[in-house]
Nanobody, 122 residues
């Protein structure tokens, strides 16, 4: 089983930056892709960044302001958030798509982190 732990959330003023981290731990696994999502009060969870072995993807709402990166050696994904806006206030979750390396033809599993709060004031 894989566990994800997010960190780096907190308070920021409009225009400032924050960097989130999400570290995966466990045994006998290989991560194929990771992503970040967020959920604001009263709204659906939305996808905001995705990274696999050769590409990164963002929705228009954060493109140019948010950057996802990954340290494969540390099984960690980061989300650099610049030019923050009050509408970026939400709980941010990471996810990982992974397979078992001790199991032939393993299916892909998805694990979610517990979330970290980001609050941006105007």
């Amino acid at each position: 089983q894989v566990q994800l732990v997010e960190s780096g959330g907190g308070l920021a003023q409009s225009g400032e930056s924050l960097r989130l981290s999400c570290a995966a731990s466990g045994s006998h696994f290989r991560i194929n892709a990771m992503g970040w999502h967020r959920q604001a009060p009263g709204k659906k969870r939305e996808w905001i960044a995705f990274i696999n072995s050769d590409s990164e993807h963002y929705p228009d709402s954060v493109k140019g302001r948010f950057t996802i990166s990954r340290d494969n050696a540390k099984n960690t994904v980061y989300l650099q958030m610049n030019s923050l806006k009050p509408e970026d206030t939400a709980v941010y979750y990471c996810h990982a798509d992974w397979i078992r390396t001790d199991y032939y033809n393993s299916p892909t599993y998805t694990t979610w982190g517990q979330g970290t709060q980001v609050t941006v004031s105007s």
